[in-house]
């Protein structure tokens, strides 16, 4: 007989919830991939969801081999380092019955300690909302405005110093093995431990494709896939001592899955506790990042950045990297619009997407997209100042697209802007018969019939 975890883990609404939850990331996935595979599920999600539900009800579903993507890393200036974070795409099945296993997870109580944990943040479900007062935009945040209003308040009581670190590729170090004897410990059912070290081991389909990079993909014990829902909730599990024990004491340390910062009363502190930070991740197999990791504590004053995020003398605005990051990509939107445009003069095709409407509305969704992630800064003169930059970026381009219609055909305009052409829309025409011909043949049919008949008689 089932357990009642392993039954919630199927139990369809359980299912329902977690695809929902799956496809609505999706949506916003660069992979062309990604989102055909979503809208195929979508098709008919509820008989697939109700086969997934029998499968795992008779012991006989499997996790399909999944696909190893190395997404190559950029440094400040949008280029590439060489380096690349080693992601897990697997089926969309599996993430859906993953996506289950976590959400039972969540509920269980003996497991609230690594979930529900004062200062750490993101990539729990809901990621852990919390209470602001006064908020009129809501009663509650998560993700990164609360991590970043934590640091807020405990700078407001007294913290004068900090020291912000990244721990280096953070998922490939975490041990399946310790995670699971944790899990097993605290929910002691053997049926359900059984499907969630199913559901974290790594099997790649793309093996002899990855070539040398295969062997950072955590296909061994050692490290969990990034793409799993159920990763950060084993990052939460294995640094649990760890946000217990830089929490003691006089000094903060908010953490966000693998960037943490320490806010203390004083330099020394801020720095010893740094040092004891790095001292506690190599127990675990872990190392901060040079590149990305304070040397030693700074003064508040000076401003420092956090999650993308700079604060400085009473400024909440947009990391100097997050504001040229949305500045690159606008321009990069117009750039290559306007290679596709000026293919037009050499015989190329135009792609409606790089005409000047889907252009503009591409680089509109960008621009509303990034200014809401970053609601809750209060330097309204940063943002004034990207519109400015915007502004001109518009104006060159719309320039630009001036300069190329002016040298294109007059036949090409319609489909530069962007409208539909009307002799490009598939059609079925009818065909018109000869009007002579269908004539004349039923001429010929009513003469014979009269000669039949003349013949009768």
Same mark, same amino acid.
């Given at each position: 007989?089932?357990?009642?975890?392993? /039954?919630?883990?199927?139990?369809?609404?359980?299912?329902?919830?977690?695809?929902?939850?799956?496809?609505?990331?999706?949506?916003?996935?660069?992979?062309?991939?990604?989102?055909?595979?979503?809208?195929?599920?979508a098709e008919d999600a509820s008989a697939k969801l109700r086969s997934i539900q029998s499968r795992?009800?008779?012991?006989?579903?499997?996790?399909?081999?999944?696909?190893?993507?190395?997404?190559?890393?950029?440094?400040?200036?949008?280029?590439?380092?060489?380096?690349?974070?080693?992601?897990? &795409?697997?089926?969309?099945?599996?993430?859906?019955?993953?996506?289950?296993?976590?959400?039972?997870?969540?509920? %269980?109580?003996?497991?609230?300690?690594?979930?529900?944990?004062?200062?750490?943040?993101?990539?729990?479900?809901?990621?852990?909302? /919390?209470?602001?007062?006064?908020?009129?935009?809501?009663?509650?945040?998560?993700?990164?405005?609360?991590?970043?209003?934590?640091? &807020?308040d405990e700078i407001g009581a007294g913290a004068r110093f900090v020291a912000s670190a990244d721990?280096?590729?953070?998922?490939?170090?975490?041990?399946?093995?310790?995670?699971?004897?944790?899990?097993?410990? *605290?929910?002691?059912?053997?049926?359900?431990?059984?499907?969630? /070290?199913?559901?974290?081991?790594?099997?790649?389909?793309?093996?002899?494709?990855?070539?040398?990079?295969?062997?950072?993909?955590?296909?061994?014990?050692?490290?969990?896939?990034?793409?799993?829902?159920?990763?950060?909730?084993?990052?939460?599990?294995?640094? *649990?001592?760890?946000?217990?024990?830089?929490?003691?004491?006089?000094?903060?340390?908010?953490?966000?899955?693998?960037?943490?910062?320490?806010? *203390?009363?004083?330099?020394?502190? *801020?720095?010893?506790?740094?040092?004891?930070?790095?001292?506690?991740?190599?127990?675990?197999?872990?190392?901060?990042?040079?590149?990305?990791?304070?040397?030693?504590?700074?003064?508040?004053?000076?401003?420092?950045?956090?999650?993308?995020?700079?604060?400085?003398?009473?400024?909440?605005?947009?990391?100097?990297?997050?504001?040229?990051?949305?500045?690159?990509? %606008?321009? &990069?939107?117009?750039?290559?619009?306007?290679?596709?445009?000026?293919?037009?003069?050499?015989?190329?095709?135009?792609?409606?997407?790089?005409?000047?409407?889907?252009?503009?509305?591409?680089?509109?969704?960008?621009?509303?997209?990034?200014?809401?992630?970053?609601?809750?800064?209060?330097?309204?003169?940063?943002?004034?100042n990207l519109d400015v930059k915007i502004s001109e970026s518009i104006r060159r381009y719309l320039?630009?697209?001036?300069?190329?219609?002016?040298?294109?055909?007059?036949?090409?305009?319609?489909?530069?802007?962007?409208?539909?052409? &009307?002799?490009?829309?598939?059609?079925?025409?009818?065909?018109?018969?000869?009007?002579?011909?269908?004539?004349?043949?039923?001429?010929?049919?009513?003469?014979?019939?009269?000669?039949?008949?003349?013949?009768?008689?």
């Open positions: 007989m089932a357990s009642d975890l392993t /039954r919630a883990v199927r139990n369809l609404r359980n299912l329902e919830h977690a695809w929902g939850v799956i496809q609505r990331n999706g949506r916003t996935s660069t992979s062309e991939e990604v989102r055909l595979e979503l809208e195929v599920f795992l009800g008779h012991n006989s579903f499997k996790f399909e081999p999944a696909k190893g993507v190395p997404i190559p890393k950029l440094d400040g200036r949008g280029k590439k380092t060489g380096k690349f974070r080693p992601i897990v &795409l697997a089926p969309v099945e599996s993430r859906v019955v993953q996506r289950a296993i976590l959400n039972v997870l969540l509920d %269980v109580p003996t497991l609230k300690p690594f979930v529900q944990t004062p200062y750490s943040f993101g990539g729990i479900r809901g990621e852990r909302g /919390r209470k602001v007062e006064r908020l009129a935009r809501s009663e509650s945040i998560s993700a990164v405005p609360a991590a970043i209003k934590a640091v &807020l721990i280096r590729s953070f998922f490939t170090r975490i041990s399946k093995d310790a995670v699971t004897q944790i899990i097993a410990a *605290a929910i002691n059912d053997g049926e359900l431990i059984a499907l969630f /070290r199913q559901a974290i081991d790594v099997e790649l389909s793309n093996m002899a494709q990855l070539r040398d990079k295969a062997v950072d993909f955590p296909i061994e014990d050692i490290g969990v896939a990034q793409g799993n829902s159920l990763s950060p909730l084993l990052g939460n599990i294995v640094l *649990a001592d760890f946000d217990r024990e830089m929490n003691e004491g006089d000094c903060r340390c908010i953490r966000y899955i693998d960037d943490f910062i320490i806010l *203390a009363p004083s330099k020394a502190a *801020a720095t010893a506790r740094l040092r004891k930070a790095a001292n506690m991740l190599k127990a675990l197999g872990m190392e901060l990042s040079p590149e990305k990791s304070s040397k030693g504590g700074t003064s508040i004053d000076d401003g420092f950045d956090f999650l993308g995020v700079n604060l400085c003398l009473g400024a909440v605005r947009p990391g100097a990297k997050a504001q040229a990051k949305i500045l690159r990509s %606008v321009q &990069l939107a117009f750039e290559e619009s306007l290679k596709a445009l000026r293919g037009i003069r050499h015989g190329q095709t135009l792609d409606r997407t790089s005409s000047l409407s889907s252009t503009l509305r591409r680089v509109d969704g960008m621009i509303d997209g990034w200014g809401k992630h970053y609601w809750f800064c209060n330097d309204t003169q940063a943002f004034l320039g630009e697209y001036t300069a190329i219609r002016a040298e294109t055909a007059t036949t090409s305009h319609q489909r530069m802007l962007g409208i539909s052409e &009307l002799r490009y829309i598939a059609r079925e025409p009818f065909n018109f018969p000869a009007i002579g011909t269908r004539r004349a043949e039923r001429d010929r049919k009513f003469a014979a019939t009269l000669s039949s008949a003349e013949g009768l008689s």
